[in-house]
């Protein structure tokens, strides 16, 4: 089945630094890569849809210059969260639509602290 | 903006009962997926659903589009089964990413 492999599953990164959270789609093109970030106790909340070769789109109240997303090839959707703050402290997931169908594969999810 | 609601949001139950899982959605939708969270984080999609009824060992997905309404049942539960349920739902055309409900914390007791 389709595969998206997301790097890394766990990061601590001092205040003020940046952190990249790579996804890569194993086994199929991903045109379509969304972001979503989870708080504690809380539903899983969209932040941004990248497209392949495009501008991302992002969702009200996500700041686009904080959370940088590339999705320069098919397989590669990375989001960069820079000058990290520990609110920004989460789990990041990122999810790719597999076909027409509207099936969907997520990541492994990344667990970032910020000290 | 679709509204998805899940009840009950914590569940406990003994090994062998049958359990069910409800969400309801605000919104028509392009499909309803119910999804497993295990405790590292990591999510596995079980099903996805436009109508009817989908059945996949001993789970059973089904979705009611005229009520906006989908369940989540599990035959025989089992400690291994104890994990977060979440429903999400994308919305018509499928552009958008999805919307997802807070979850069901699922506990299987021995």
């Known amino acids: 089945g389709a595969v998206v492999s997301q790097h890394p599953s766990r990061v601590i990164c001092k205040s003020g630094t940046s952190v990249k959270i790579e996804c890569r789609s194993l086994?199929?093109?991903?045109?379509?890569m969304f972001w979503y970030r989870q708080f504690p106790k809380q539903s899983l909340m969209l932040m941004a849809t990248?497209?392949?070769?495009?501008?991302?789109?992002?969702e009200q109240g996500v700041e686009k210059d904080k959370f940088l997303i590339n999705h320069a090839s098919l397989t590669l959707s990375t989001l960069t969260v820079t000058s990290a703050h520990p609110e920004d402290s989460s789990f990041y997931i990122c999810?790719?639509?597999?076909?027409?169908?509207?099936?969907?594969?997520f990541g492994s999810g990344t667990r970032l602290t910020v000290v | 903006k679709n509204e998805v609601e899940q009840s009950p949001q914590n569940l406990t139950a003994q090994e062998g009962e049958f359990i069910t899982i409800n969400c309801s959605y605000s919104?028509?939708?392009?499909?309803l997926h119910w999804l497993q969270q295990h405790p590292g984080g990591g999510i596995v999609s079980l099903f996805m659903?436009?109508?009817g009824k989908k059945k996949h060992g001993r789970l059973i997905a089904t979705i009611n589009i005229q009520e906006k309404h989908s369940s989540l049942h599990i035959t025989a539960s089992h400690p291994r089964d104890s994990a977060v349920y979440i429903c999400?739902?994308?919305?018509?055309?499928?552009?958008?990413?999805?919307?997802f409900g807070k979850g069901t914390h699922l506990i299987i007791q021995p």
């Open positions: 999810s790719a639509r597999t076909g027409i169908s509207y099936g969907y594969t």
């Open positions: 086994d199929f093109q991903a045109t379509t």
């Open positions: 990248s497209n392949e070769g495009s501008k991302a789109t992002y």
């Open positions: 919104v028509g939708i392009s499909a």
């Open positions: 659903l436009s109508s």
């Open positions: 999400a739902v994308g919305s018509r055309g499928g552009a958008d990413g999805l919307t």
